[in-house]
């Protein structure tokens, strides 16, 4: 017998790790799911992982097939959107799961998805459930989509399921496309601003500095004049040391966030941005009643759809927030009370919660707070698209007014002299 390794998760949703002896990958796999486990990956402990696979092509000629490097090849959320869907279809109309994966392998053109489906087509054929297949490949499919198809394996409703994983992408892709959209106008200005301002500082404000000197014959300048020549000239000569503490407060700052205490501080920091932050909130809040709602409608446990929520809100303020209405509900308390002590719902969220258990028609609820602050976010964002153009109009307008200011006031003061 064989030795495999192998990573699951277990009911909760918690990942393990461990070693099982079986006289075949099949067999290992089916030992595992004894257990109560659902496997995410099982190896054979004694492979080394291949780089690359000879195979025999026409004439008996051994040819390299050679895998394209992850960071070249990657599956965006607009094209698994249409993959969910089509797969959707093809259920719906009574074809069998195998042969609608084979019929979506021929015509995928993303190379990474197409080898995808063709290893989940694989392992189905060797006695894997769907769910199972797709939880082997985590960087495309996550806990959200494995849990949400197994539950409609269970619940005979996979075309429905999948339906529903469609939508919640197009939802969520079409959210996050208007925050960007809100965020590249500032960017875009605040970039070339710099820039013009950088450029000004150090090449045009010392000559500047070059005229004044010899015309007011050490003349003592304005005070915001040598305020101007101050910064400039610390710039001009101090411009290395500068570029490098940037670099390293960037630097800093990645480091920052892949500590959880950090991405915890930064996004509560994101939370309270005077401009933004409400804009964040109502985004993180939408994800997650959306999230949470749409598990629960397709038939996956509360507790574990919390954890799964917990893991794929993308904001560490509200998962811990999760976690901690996770840890209420484990006990035998209703998510009304935790999710108002958590202090991070608005009123209207905790209230609309309590209605949804009161008349145990939580997960449509949940829904319709999603749907709300959607809107919300919507004009949201054309609000702020509207408040930021002049506030950046202003804010140049004084940085720029303030160096012009500052480099004409020695000269006023040297016409006056010349008349």
């Known amino acids: 017998m064989a030795k495999f390794s192998y990573t699951a998760l277990d009911a909760k949703g918690r990942e393990t790790q461990g070693e099982i002896e079986a006289d075949n990958q099949t067999s290992a796999l089916s030992k595992i799911r004894e257990k109560g486990l659902f496997p995410t990956q099982v190896a ?16 008996g000629m051994m040819k390299m097939e050679l895998r394209m490097p992850a960071f070249l090849s990657r599956v965006k959320t607009k094209q698994l959107m249409v993959w969910t869907r089509q797969l959707a279809t093809l259920v719906n109309a009574g074809l069998p799961l195998l042969r609608g994966l084979r019929v979506l392998t021929k015509q ?63 939802k969520a892709q079409k959210i996050k496309s208007k925050v960007v959209s809100a965020m590249v106008y500032p960017v875009v200005v605040l970039i070339m601003a710099g820039s013009i301002l950088t450029f000004l500082m150090i090449f045009i404000v010392p000559k500047f500095q070059d005229i004044f000197a010899d015309l007011l014959e050490g003349e003592q300048l304005p005070g915001l004049t040598r305020m101007v020549l101050s910064v400039s000239k610390t710039m001009t ?19 920052l966030a892949k500590a959880r205490f950090g991405r915890l501080v930064m996004d509560n920091l994101k939370l309270k941005m005077p401009i933004f932050g409400t804009l964040v909130r109502k985004t993180a809040i939408a994800r997650f009643t959306r999230t949470l709602g749409t598990l629960m409608t397709s038939g996956v446990p509360v507790l574990q759809a919390l954890n799964i929520v917990r ?60 749907d709300s602050y959607d809107d919300d976010v919507d004009n949201t964002v054309v609000g702020l698209t509207s408040i930021i153009e002049p506030i950046l109009i202003i804010f140049l307008a004084i940085i720029v007014g303030t160096i012009v200011i500052a480099l004409f006031l020695p000269l006023i003061s040297i016409i006056g002299k010349m008349s």
């Open 44 to 59: 054979d402990a004694a492979a080394k992982p291949a780089k690359k696979k000879a195979t025999k092509g026409a004439g």
């Open 311 to 370: 893991d794929t809100v993308q904001n560490e303020v509200i998962s811990k927030a999760v976690g901690l209405i996770h840890d209420s509900v484990k006990e035998g308390e209703n998510m009304t009370r935790p999710i108002e002590a958590c202090g991070v719902f608005p009123p209207m969220v905790v209230s609309m919660v309590e209605v949804g258990e009161e008349t145990g028609g939580l997960p449509e609820m949940l829904m319709k707070i999603a």
């Open 237 to 255: 000569s101090r411009l290395p040391i500068v570029v490098g503490i940037v670099v390293i407060l960037v630097v800093l700052a990645k480091i």
């Open 108 to 170: 995928e053109k993303n190379p990474l998805l197409k080898r995808t489906v063709s290893e989940m087509a694989e392992s189905i054929e060797s006695g894997s459930t769907f769910a199972e297949a797709l939880a082997q490949h985590p960087r495309i499919f996550n806990k959200l989509f494995v849990n949400m198809v197994k539950a409609g394996e269970v619940g005979g409703v996979l075309d429905v399921v999948l339906l529903r994983l469609a939508e919640f992408m197009e």
